[in-house]
T-cell receptor
Framework: AQTVTQSQPEMSVQEAETVTLSCTYD???????LFWYKQPPSRQMILVIR??????QNATENRFSVNFQKAAKSFSLKISDSQLGDAAMYFC????????????FGTGTKLQVIP | DTGVSQDPRHKITKRGQNVTFRCDPI?????LYWYRQTLGQGPEFLTY????????KSRLLSDRFSAERPKGSFSTLEIQRTEQGDSAMYLC??????????????FGPGTRLTVL
């Protein structure tokens, strides 16, 4: 079974600075998808960024980018120019490709943004 | 696009009572998922539907839990004889799946259940 590990329960960053959230996963598959989801306090979970394992290029969405290291099974999220609205729980998630495969989530990292 | 909606947002019930939650997915989405999230944890998969067919259920979904998606539109999740351990946030998500595609799940705001 696949597992997703987020080893940082909490992180903090100064506004306008850069922060990196870590995620590692375990799988024997070669083709899969990785996601970062953001869950603000008392608000719904939204997709931040998605990476296909077959793509070597790291995904980027505005201030959010990932460092995908397939051999190391590492998938970190970098948030540049941090804003107060970035404060939230961030969940790393994994899904096999093909047909239906359930999504496995990590335990999350709580990000605090300091003004 | 109104997004995924869930009703109610909060439910407090006494142990032993039955509760039912509703999820309305994004209108064109053919897949619908239910997750349970407890404090300090990520969401755990419960079950999913493709159109009206329930295609997979987690071992977390005991006999007291039942989910339906009549006509492939909205879905309901019912918990019978609730227990204190059922207290959690119940999340619904939907996605548009096409053959060969990577469907992204969009989440609703969740229903927070408290069993006294």
């Amino acid at each position: 079974a696949q597992t997703v590990t987020q080893s940082q329960p909490e992180m903090s960053v100064q506004e306008a600075e850069t922060v990196t959230l870590s995620c590692t996963y375990d799988t024997s598959e070669s083709d899969y998808y990785l996601f970062w989801y953001k869950q603000p306090p008392s608000r719904q979970m939204i997709l931040v960024i998605r990476q296909e394992a077959y793509k070597q290029q790291n995904a980027t969405e505005n201030r959010f980018s990932v460092n995908f290291q397939k051999a190391a099974k590492s998938f970190s999220l970098k948030i540049s120019d941090s804003q107060l609205g970035d404060a939230a729980m961030y969940f790393c998630a994994y899904r096999n490709s093909g047909g239906y495969q359930k999504v496995t989530f990590g335990t999350g990292t709580k990000l605090q943004v300091i003004p | 696009d109104t997004g995924v909606s869930q009703d109610p947002r909060h439910k407090i019930t006494k142990r032993g009572q039955n509760v039912t939650f509703r999820c309305d997915p994004i209108s064109e989405h053919n897949r619908l998922y239910w997750y349970r999230q407890t404090l300090g944890q990520g969401p755990e998969f419960l079950t999913y539907f493709q159109n009206e067919a329930q295609l997979e259920k987690s071992r977390l979904l005991s006999d007291r839990f039942s989910a339906e998606r009549p006509k492939g539109s909205f879905s309901t999740l019912e918990i019978q004889r609730t227990e204190q351990g059922d207290s959690a946030m119940y999340l619904c998500a939907s996605s548009l799946w096409t053959s060969g595609g990577a469907d992204t799940q969009y989440f609703g705001p969740g229903t927070r259940l408290t069993v006294l």
